[in-house]
């Protein structure tokens, strides 16, 4: 089993940025693709951002391209996820996911259905 465990989302103004990271235990993730999804009140899990298990591979969602930037530290078994230029409707929880696979498919790695390993989330908020 993998267990996850988001850190790093807050309170921040528009404009503003924060770094999250999500650390990875039970077992190694070197061989997991990886993302970031996000869900607001009511709402869908939407995947922001992930990234295929050596790295070759990143997809990001429209609405956070050239803003965010997902990345990995296989030797510290750690996911990150820098966010600039923040927006107020990035408010979301955002959780960390994990999949088993050698894919580096785009299709694949942006779908969500991938994913069977999540965090328990980290509350973003960014005030107008």
């Known amino acids: 089993q993998v267990q996850l465990v988001e850190s790093g989302g807050g309170l921040v103004q528009a404009g503003g940025s924060l770094n999250l990271s999500c650390a990875a235990s039970?077992?190694?993730?070197?061989?997991?693709?990886m993302g970031w999804l996000r869900q607001v009140l009511g709402g869908e899990r939407d995947i922001v951002a992930a990234?295929?298990?050596?790295?070759?591979?990143?997809y990001y969602a429209d609405s956070v391209k050239g803003r965010f930037a997902i990345s990995r530290d296989n030797a510290r078994n750690t996911l990150y996820l820098q966010m600039n230029s923040l927006k107020p409707e990035d408010t979301a929880v955002y959780y960390c996911?994990?999949?088993?696979?050698?894919?580096?498919?785009?299709?694949?790695?942006?779908?969500?259905?991938?994913?069977?390993?999540w965090g328990q989330g980290t509350q973003v908020t960014v005030s107008s």
């Open positions: 996911a994990a999949a088993r696979t050698y894919s580096t498919a785009i299709p694949r790695l942006s779908g969500p259905t991938l994913y069977n390993y």
């Open positions: 990234i295929s298990w050596n790295g070759a591979s990143t």
């Open positions: 039970g077992r190694t993730v070197s061989t997991y693709a």
